[in-house]
């Protein structure tokens, strides 16, 4: 009498099938996964620029009359960035993580527009400039996180 044989295995093509099935599933887990971080990044960007924003409409609000012209930016950085503007006298106003540097352009007496700018390397080696904006209206321009 001939015994089945139970310990059969796996073939070739069922491990390729497994292979390209976990190959498909880390592709699309990776794309979310950059596509979360850099929402992120550009969180620290919204925090800084909506911080920014307050301290303007705080500063029109105190000047008689109101005008946006002497507003200037707080420095919302810390850590290194911070201790950097504090010991070089750089005038240069970054968000929370220090990863943006933060611009209100040249404010009129009823406008103003605060910009986050940021410069990074992108997967292929190349720098890239990324740049998110809010005017005193409430407008924004740039890849705002949703």
Known sequence: ???????????????????????ILSLVGWNYYNKQLNDAKRGDAVNALLRAAAAMQQCYARQVPHSYIDCSLPNFGSGPCSDKNRAMGDTTIYSPK??????????????YTLSATRSFTD?????????????NLGRKTGPWPR
């Open 98 to 111: 220090c990863a943006w540097t933060l611009n209100n352009g040249v404010p009129t007496q009823n406008r």
């Open 123 to 135: 997967d292929d080696g190349n720098t890239q400039i990324e740049s998110l904006s809010l005017d």
């Open 1 to 23: 009498m001939h015994q089945p044989h139970l310990n059969r295995g796996v073939t070739l093509l069922e491990l390729m099938v497994v292979v390209f099935l976990i190959g």
